[in-house]
């Protein structure tokens, strides 16, 4: 692969654009650790629900719904974690623990040290899928 540049947090620069290889292409160049928890959030979500819609917008890699527009899930590199984004997250049950400004939205931090708790992500996957996806 090509060097990739990035950008503040460890976070791949990779270009915009829809389906399963730009997102592959920012896993792989996801640094250390970070690709570890990249690669697992995208391995479940395909298993949880197949033919999820993924792309990459913002250097961050999206997923969204088969038969829905916009998006229930994004996620980005930061220095000690990689925060899992859920844009309807208050209406899902529990609610992820990370607070937001913006009024639907709730975050996961996975820390390099935190196990994952698949059985939690899958469950919150499959919730969000089925709300209304975020248009961006």
Known sequence: ???????????????????????????????????????????LVTATLPGVRKAVKWNSPFYGAADQEGWFLSFHCFDRY???????????????PGASKQQDVRYLDIREEDAIDTAQLADWFRQASVLPGEKL
Request: glycine share 12%; no cysteine; hydrophobic share 40%.
């Open 82 to 96: 990689v925060k899992l984004t859920f844009f309807r997250g208050t209406s899902l049950d529990p609610v992820p």
């Open 1 to 43: 692969m090509r060097d990739v540049k990035l950008l503040a947090g460890g976070n791949p620069q990779i270009p915009k654009g829809e389906g399963d290889a730009p997102v592959q292409a920012y896993l792989a160049a996801m640094p250390g650790w970070k690709q570890r928890i990249g690669r697992a959030v995208d391995t």
